[in-house]
């Protein structure tokens, strides 16, 4: 048991379990546990962020382009493959994919035997135009080619056919390689630029996602991605699920519905305390105090011989993978992939309330900030129309005032937002479960 998970922690884990249950006894049990299957992912999403910021300072505005890559790998692995789009176009995919790693392989070769100079920018130049060209004299053919396919039903090339559970790991290395991309390049130079990179590297694979139809069907999106828990209907003809739900005294239908939510529950809390142990090994091992340690004092921290931009990198790769993770977690429980829906400006800045309510640098406030911020998100808008309701109970039916009140309720989720942030960084300015 962690030394943070103190008796303060116990108090406000029960407290937000305890308004779980009174949402399962006021409105239903299955909203409930659709609350904590998503208070679930957004934990691990929250933990991925916290090695970043909490671990290291490093400030990623690009959260949910990296939750984006985790929903392309439950596409790309779930998804049977489309055997007429791979017979028409997928060669000429193959063949742009093959000379766009060998353009990179010339120009790295190139820029590496070339003096500097005038020279070797010339020739890398006429080996990036070039090897642009030809890319596309393939790419462009084969895209409208698999884009034809049966385009309103596919018109993509599909995915492997794989459990879909395995596009949870599959995410978390696509995330890594981006992010390794990303910190190569920004994270030598100042915090606010990491920041700039990876907001303008969310936003390029948003836009990528939703425009690229042969690889994800774009806006058109992908639903129907398979299940790794059983389907309702399925369940509902069952003999002894029935003999189960009547001897529970509950209808089959609705028991159903508790019953793939519950199972859905199961895995990411697998999941979640996998991470989250790993997470909390990792802060209390050397690696963790030399994070912190750099994270409070660079200079410091590299006049003692440590690789600052190294570790920083090792730690932005690491919170990326949880979050590509998360993605993958979020579209498999969704069941299908909405490109659209990434909106990275608005959700990255749920994700950091997470992570600055709960506690910075602490594994534990990541988890418990997951779950109050979601919860809050999801139960701000019909709170807000009750308590408007309410307030407006004594007005005439015809008020323009009672309408404008009962149409002002959906936006409560943005207002309670800033309210819960703004009271904790009052009275607890280092999160509900802080540092120790």
């Known amino acids: 048991m962690s030394k943070n998970f103190n008796r303060r922690a116990v108090l406000l884990f029960a407290l937000m379990f305890a308004a779980l249950a009174t949402v399962g006894f006021a409105q239903s049990w299955s909203l409930a546990l659709a609350i904590v299957n998503l208070c679930l992912i957004s934990a691990v999403m929250s933990l991925g962020v916290n090695i970043q910021w909490g671990y290291a300072g490093l400030f990623n505005v690009g959260v949910m382009g990296f939750a984006a890559l985790g929903g392309v790998a439950g596409v790309l692995m779930s998804v049977p493959p489309v055997t007429e789009a791979w017979r028409v ?90 992010a390794w991309i990303v910190g190569k390049i920004a994270l030598g130079l100042r915090s606010d630029y990491l920041a700039i990179a990876t907001l303008g590297i969310s936003e390029i694979i948003v836009a990528m996602l939703k425009n690229e139809d042969w690889l994800t069907r774009g806006v ?110 979020l579209t498999t429980l969704d069941g299908q992939f909405t490109p659209a829906s990434y909106q990275p400006l608005r959700f990255t800045f749920i994700i950091w309330v997470m992570v600055i309510v709960g506690g910075s640098g602490n594994n534990w406030g990541a988890v418990l900030g997951g779950f109050v911020i979601w919860f809050c998100w999801i139960e701000a808008e019909p709170v ?14 015809g008020s323009g005032l009672r309408k404008h009140l009962l149409d002002s309720a959906a936006h409560m989720r943005l207002m309670t937002m800033g309210l819960i942030l703004l009271l904790v960084l009052r009275f607890s300015p280092r999160g509900l479960i802080p540092e120790k």
């Not at 596919?154 to 879909?164: V, Y």
Request: charged fraction near 10%; aromatic fraction near 10%; glycine fraction near 12%.
């Open 89 to 178: 176009g997928g060669g000429g995919i193959a063949i742009s994919l093959m000379l766009a790693i060998g353009t990179i392989v010339v120009a790295v070769l190139a820029a590496r035997h070339i003096p500097p100079g005038n020279m070797r920018r010339l020739v890398l130049a006429v080996i990036i135009v070039a090897g642009f060209f030809l890319i596309r004299a393939f790419f462009d053919p084969a895209v409208e080619l698999i884009e034809a396919v049966e385009p309103a039903k596919t018109g993509f090339l599909g995915g492997l056919g794989l459990p879909i559970i395995l596009s949870w790991v599959v995410g978390g290395i696509f995330a890594a390689g981006v």
């Open 384 to 397: 807000g129309l009750w308590f408007m309701d309410m307030l407006t109970s004594g007005m005439d039916e």
């Open 220 to 329: 058109k999106n992908v639903s129907g991605l398979p299940r790794p828990v059983p389907y309702e209907v399925n369940l509902q003809q069952a003999i002894w699920f029935q003999d189960w739900a009547a001897t529970l005294g509950v209808g089959v239908v609705e028991f159903s519905s508790i019953y793939v939510k519950l199972c859905y529950a199961g895995l990411f809390t697998i999941v979640l305390l996998f991470v989250l142990w790993l997470s909390q090994r990792s802060l209390n091992s050397p690696w963790g105090r030399m994070m912190r340690a750099i994270r409070d004092n660079e200079v410091a921290a590299s006049a003692m011989g440590k690789n600052v931009t190294g570790r920083h990198l090792q730690v932005f790769i690491l919170g990326s993978a949880v979050i590509g993770i998360a993605g993958a977690m």
